[in-house]
């Protein structure tokens, strides 16, 4: 809506700093047109707003007040302030915790960025069975997390490994594999399972991604003599950028707070091994009725979460204010 | 439908009615019979409740479908009896605590849920005192059993009363201990050690679980610490008494046999792993209920033919063992709690509770001594040693009183991550000091 | 004629087998579902290392697992309540984050940037956590034991991605659309609807591809909120039922697993080219 030309200018923020304030500063020097937008824009924003609201920003603030009490289940707590959070700092359990939550959370993602963009660059060129294939692809991401979970752990098992068998069959090793016993491969076992379930989403998602690449791109970079190495890095990967931000920002977040992968397969053990931030919240939370240090240890994750996030966010409103300037 | 598991070739599923099946146990409610009177009812004569009433039993899922079965029809006929209806809902264990915590959070919920282990002392704040009906049926029983006591009498009060346990003993495969040149089943650790070894020469291991699981690990490591003179606390329930003498030599052994005779497996096993790998014919020995009997009979007969049980193996402080205990507990934010408390007389008693316990087939301990001599234990002798574990077990955090922080000590899987650490290299005196460490914090806090 | 030679074998070895490497790894695992809920009892439970190890076929396939799933617990419930639970709560979260979408994406105002932001704050918050006060707000308006309990919870998880799924949909349109319609007589709201909408459908399929598995998904809240035997949906149901204690039964398990995942797998192979050419849209803003 061509509003006076004048108020374009609202468009950009006049001033870097904060968005909050810049907007509370439009909002005392709005137009009537300008108030009429803001008033739908409010009405269609309401639906969700209030689900939103009454289902979390209640449920929210409890566990932050939850986190900083020492409530256990049946009793309220008392304001204890952040006594919670030393305590886990303390905590030999926690600290394995959080390391293993990090490295699970980079090696899985690394892995089915890496993974899901060989197969989307192979699907790019197919020719036949593609609804086939993209519907069976997107099966491990389908099929409830419990119930693959418990297949795996079939899998898994030293006694009845199919793994092992296969892979003893090919010569490939001699003694059975100990997929969830041993300290280092337990957590790259459950690795491997989140990556087999997460992988068809990127794939998938970059597949699409890289079907609005027109071919013209890449005529033009082997005319310059790129190989197909070359004209994947200089052409293809930043081209994907925003849609491999956008996958990997909701990779991240969910598989940084995954809980029933590792519950089902291990339950954090052996030793604690495969502990992650969410089933040993859990664990102190629920299991020894803790509420208190339960919940301040599902928090420990939201201020790294939220950092990652806002840097993804970010990088791709970045990318995004680049194209708007130069399409506008 | 009370029939003795024991001998059942079929699955006892097929055998319900459906409609029942999937009528859950909401009973019919409205043709309020007053007229039949519960003649268990202590004061004799049947309070009216308002029509609609409906009372919400939370318990785990069992094992043996036809005790599910049987318990739900009584509830049913309770229901009918006293114009009520009644719900059983059964779920995994593990989510029972998830479900608890959240109902006690949001005060509503079921008005009973069965409670396993010391799960009374930890929710103490949110449950009803149920002193009276516990001291009665313990009166009329026979008195509870040391340890049924200890995980349901809080404080000063009975905060639940006592369900069961489930037992476990050492299962193992007789044709291949006989193979093996042993007579009879190992009595001490170290005899248990030898026999294990020569086992594990001939490609059928012991197993045993050290993973993060509920009952196996648990059931293995907290007896042999015991059976060696070690314990976590002091009877004063403060001072942390793990680093005795007891438990470093039960760790060094444990270690030790982890090479000797154990599926090096077992450390990424859960509950059911060990059950599995003895159908399958792959472990010799192993720490259990009589779930691998059970499924044996029904599903593998030869293997549950040359099976057997034998006490848990003595250590020089004695023979003890950990058996998980059930209790029933009425929520204090119920608002049935009179029915709740009438409902567990119900099936508490007696007439309820024997046809139960014989199709249960020795699955569980009763809680009252008077079920010692029952028939039941010794139609099938294989299954009496399950029997006997009552009597040597203990309850967790001993020698301190049994409460929340033992509780905390064993949901963080301390005493089995002990065994485990060292398992994976750690010099047991190391993780010895880790699990120290660990239960200081819990126990100073 | 070597180039032709050359180009062949190429496509061999770096698509096809690899290629197929990929979808066997994806989709073993569920070729051994099938095995598994085929195969009797008796031969369940055989080590990897005996030589009569067959992992990949059964001799005497069964249909009493399927049976037992069917006869013996409530699983054809369950397949409807989850259906239900999963559509309705779909729906919601498709009509808040569709209009809040288009607010966000086509509407200028203050508070627009921190608005989104924080929409998209409260998916960070892990249901780990939030399902104990969640059970006083849903104790508090009665729905204990409802599906209405889960399908007005979903959409707290569901309605931030499909926002800002829709909202980089909605960025692709061009703003001329709604202007030639308002141009010619149309108010706002029939702009909106009339024209943008439709032209986002792609979009909107995708966001309800999305919303839709993890509804399916959902394990916790439908274990903590919902009761009883009727009520319980196939993840909580299956689990629930068919592992007792410790003895798992795994033939009528992964017998529910299959059922509960390529019937859904089959349906969206009608949406997933919808799902891949929105995605394409979203991204190309």
Known sequence: MAASGTRVSSLRPSRPGSPLASGLRRLRQATATE???????????????????????????????????????????????????AKLWDDSIFRRAAQNTVLYTAAATLLKLTVGMVVALMLNNLLGFKRILRASMLLPWIVPTVLSTLAWKWMLDPTFSILNWVLFQLGLIRFRVDWLGGPVMALWSVILVNVWRGTPFFAITLLAGLQTISPEVYEAASIDGANAWQRFWTVTWPLLMPVTMVVMLFSVIQTFADFQLVYILTGGGPANSTHLFATYAYQVGVATGKLGEGAAASLAMFPVLFMVVLFQLWYIRRGEGGVKKRGA | ??????????????????????????????????????????????????????????????????????????????????????????????????RSTAAIVAKSGPDIIMFQNNFPHLLANGLADVSDLAEALGKEQGGYWDLSRANAYVGKKWLAVPYGCLSNTMN????????????????????????????KSMGHPVGQCFGHSVNDPNSWCYPFVWAYGGYEVEKDGKTVALDKKGTLEALKLNTAMWKDMFDEGGLSWDDASNNRAFLAGSISITNNGASIYFVGKDKFPDI???????????????????????SSAVMKYSKNQKLAKEFIRWYMDKKQYEPWFVAMSSYMIPPTKVWFDHPAWTKDPKLTPFRDSIKDARHLGYAGPPGAKASEALAKYI??????????????????????????????? | MAAVAGAWWKRWVFLYLPLGAFVIVTLFPFYYMAVTSLRPDREMYIPWNRPNFAPFWTLKPTLEHFALLFRETLFARWLLNTLIISVLSTGIALFCGLLAAYA???????????????????????????????????????????????????????????????????????????????????????????????????????????????????????????????????????????????????????????????????????????YVSAMTGAVKG
């Open chain 1, 35 to 85: 108030r009429r937008e803001w008033r739908f824009a409010l009405v269609l924003l309401m639906p969700a707003i209030v689900m939103i609201g009454t289902f979390v920003a209640y449920p929210f603030v409890r566990g932050i007040w939850l986190s900083l009490t020492d409530t256990v289940v049946g009793r309220e707590g008392e304001f204890v302030g952040f006594q919670n959070f």
């Open chain 2, 415 to 445: 005493m089995v991550d002990m065994f485990a650490k060292a398992i994976q290299g750690t010099p047991p005196e190391e993780s010895l000091k880790w699990a120290t460490a660990e239960l200081k914090k819990i126990y100073s806090a």
């Open chain 2, 172 to 199: 193992y495969r007789e044709d291949w201990l006989k193979e093996a040149g042993f007579s009879k089943f190992p009595d001490t650790y170290e005899e248990l050690r030898e026999v294990g070894k020569k086992l």
């Open chain 3, 104 to 274: 966000l994406a086509r509407l200028r105002f203050p508070l627009g940037g921190t608005l989104g932001t924080s929409i998209f704050v409260t998916y960070l918050v892990p249901q780990t956590l939030l399902f104990i006060p969640l059970g006083e707000v849903i104790r508090s308006f009665r729905l204990s034991d409802s599906l209405w309990a889960l399908i007005l919870t979903y959409p707290t998880f569901l309605i931030p991605f499909c926002t800002w799924l829709m909202m980089g949909y909605f960025r692709t349109i061009p703003k001329e659309l709604e202007e030639c319609a308002q141009i010619d007589g149309a108010t706002r709201v029939q702009a909106m609807v009339r024209i943008v909408f439709p032209v986002a459908m792609p979009g909107i399929l995708s966001a309800a591809i999305f919303a839709f598995t993890h509804a399916w998904n959902e394990f916790i809240y439908a274990l903590v909120f919902l009761s009883s035997a009727t009520n319980k949906t196939i993840p909580v149901g299956v689990v629930s039922e068919l592992v007792r204690g410790d003895t798992f039964f795994w033939g009528p398990l992964m017998a529910g697993a299959l059922l509960g995942s390529v019937p859904v797998a089959f349906i969206y192979s009608f949406f997933v080219e919808n």
């Open chain 2, 1 to 98: 439908m009370g029939t003795d598991r024991g001998n059942a070739t079929k699955r006892d599923w097929g055998t319900i009615p459906r409609r029942t099946f999937l009528k859950g146990a909401a009973a019919v409610a409205g043709a309020a019979s007053l007229g039949g009177i519960p003649g268990i009812v202590a004061a004799g004569q049947a309070p009216a409740y308002p029509k609609g009433t409906k009372l919400h039993l939370l318990t785990r899922i069992n094992f043996i479908p036809a005790g599910d079965t049987l318990f739900i029809a009584q509830a049913e006929e309770f229901g009918r009896q006293m114009g009520v209806e009644v719900q059983v809902e059964r779920i995994g264990e593990n989510d029972v605590t998830t």
């Open chain 2, 304 to 326: 549950a033919k040359v099976t057997n049980h034998a006490p848990n193996p003595r250590g020089p402080a004695g023979r003890y063992y950990h058996l998980a205990t059930h």
